[in-house]
């Protein structure tokens, strides 16, 4: 069993930046690809970002795209979340998550396709 684990959340004002962070439990632990889903109060939980962990290939969101940067370290097995220019609309509990295969039909946009999660983290953007 692996566990992800986040840290970087808190409070910041509206134009600030924020680094989450995600470390997997295990070194020897492997995903096809890692991502950021987020969840606010009353809303489903949406996709953030996804970064392929062999490739580097990243994909975003439309409204984080400029704003946002996942990146990756192998020898840490730790993927990251740079967000800057933040806005108040960005707030909400940030969920790490794992695919460790190639994705099925729903592809890479979807909560049911990621393997494991993390434990969440709250990121309050004030305005």
């Known amino acids: 069993q692996v566990q992800l684990v986040e840290s970087g959340g808190g409070s910041a004002q509206a134009g600030a930046s924020l680094r989450l962070s995600c470390a997997a439990s295990r070194r020897t632990f492997s995903s096809y690809a890692m991502g950021w889903f987020r969840q606010a109060p009353g809303k489903e939980r949406e996709f953030v970002a996804v970064i392929r962990w062999s490739s580097g290939i990243t994909y975003y969101t439309d409204s984080v795209k400029g704003r946002f940067t996942i990146s990756r370290d192998n020898a840490k097995k730790t993927v990251y979340l740079q967000m800057n220019s933040l806005k108040s609309d960005d707030t909400a509990v940030y969920y790490c998550?794992?695919?460790?295969?190639?994705?099925?039909?729903?592809?890479?946009?979807?909560?049911?396709?990621?393997?494991?999660w993390g434990q969440g983290t709250q990121v309050t953007v004030s305005s």
């Open positions: 998550a794992a695919r460790l295969s190639p994705y099925g039909s729903s592809g890479y946009l979807a909560p049911s396709e990621y393997d494991y």
